[in-house]
């Protein structure tokens, strides 16, 4: 199945810096990337999510960027504020199967 | 719009006994998914229904079940409860497949004692 590694673990950075987490995938045939925000007690939601036949798409001040020929795919995020503090996760999987397969997560700190 | 809910946010239960977790989709959804999450082993998929049916299954053990009603809410149930049961379950609806969005609610905190 589907592997999903994130890195770094953790990731500090002062406030109005950019953020940058890397995800790579194992499998070839996924074709849906999408990437979560979890803050303490709450479920994860959405924040930018990419298909395979697209290189790059940004919203606002956060920015995928996906490499199929080297199976990884980054998430951006730009003038990072407090309240983008929380734990990210990247997932892969297929487009319209609804079967996620998620990194571990990376926890990003947004040092005011 | 009213996003997904679960029942109950926390529970308490000990080793052998069974559990039942309640998912209520998004209004218009029709496809809802379960995840387990655990600080050692992440997010893990465990099933998804659509129309009543499972579409999709996880590599988890018989114990873990579920089922979807008419009105597209659904439950999972765990049985015979282990220690490593331990975590948070996490319901996540979508629209009719194929689609790909899947919006979370905030889960159920289950412990096993």
């Known amino acids: 199945g589907e592997n999903v590694e994130q890195h770094p673990s953790t990731l500090s950075v002062q406030e109005g810096d950019s953020a940058v987490i890397k995800c790579t995938y194992s499998d070839s045939a996924s074709n849906y990337f999408p990437w979560y925000k979890q803050e303490l007690g709450k479920g994860p939601q959405l924040i930018i999510d990419i298909r395979s036949n697209v290189g790059e798409k940004k919203d606002q001040r956060i920015a995928v960027t996906l490499n199929k020929t080297a199976k990884h795919f980054s998430l951006h995020i730009t003038e990072t504020q407090p309240e983008d503090s929380a734990v990210y996760f990247c997932a892969a999987g297929d487009y319209g199967n609804n079967r996620l397969a998620f990194g571990k997560g990376n926890q990003v700190v947004v040092i005011p | ?113």
């Open chain 2, 1 to 113: 719009k009213a996003g997904v809910t679960q029942t109950p946010r926390y529970l308490i239960k000990t080793r052998g006994q069974q559990v039942t977790l309640s998912c209520s989709p998004i209004s218009g959804h029709r496809s809802v998914s379960w995840y387990q999450q655990t600080p050692g082993q992440g997010l893990q998929f465990l099933f998804e229904y659509f129309s009543e049916t499972q579409r999709n299954k996880g590599n988890f053990p018989g114990r873990f079940s579920g089922r979807q009603f008419s009105n597209s809410r659904s439950e999972m149930n765990v049985s015979t409860l282990e220690l490593g049961d331990s975590a948070l379950y996490l319901c996540a609806s979508s629209l009719e497949p194929p689609t790909d969005t899947q919006y979370f609610g905030p889960g159920t905190r289950l412990t096993v004692l």
